[in-house]
């Protein structure tokens, strides 16, 4: 019995059971790595919105800052957005990464000054 499957590189291909099988498998890879990207977006978007508030920038520069701290420590940009999360939240942030952010949040905050007395 052969099986049809619509494809955008090849329309009608016939498959056998076993193309099917791979075909399967191949989709659920994807459909994994969809997810993994979709929970890692989210993240990335907390900390952008945690460097926004405790930095007082625009979200545009809170997104520079998490990628030059990644950057400039050679850690994923998802690893430095969970890492900000946890000290958001009062946890311990690694030297290196704090150190980075503190230099990041001063170049940004040095292009749009702020007054810090505010509440």
Do not use: C
């Not at 993240?43 to 998490?66: E, H, K, S």
């Not at 969970?82 to 942030?93: C, D, P, R, S, T």
Request: avoid cysteine.
């Amino acid at each position: 019995m052969a099986f049809f499957a619509i494809s955008k590189r090849h329309p009608l291909q016939p498959l056998s059971t076993t193309d099917l099988v791979l075909e399967h498998e191949r989709l659920h890879e994807e459909i994994d790595q969809l997810q993994r990207a979709l929970t890692s977006h989210a993240v990335i978007d907390q900390a952008i919105g945690a460097v926004v508030t405790f930095g007082r920038i625009p979200p545009d520069d809170a997104w520079r800052v998490l990628r030059e701290v990644s950057q400039r420590t050679n850690t994923k940009v998802r690893t430095v957005a969970e890492h900000v999360l946890k000290f958001a939240q009062g946890g311990a942030l690694p030297d290196t990464e704090l150190d980075e952010l503190r230099r990041a949040l001063d170049r940004y905050t040095l292009r749009f000054p702020v007054d810090r007395s505010e509440p």
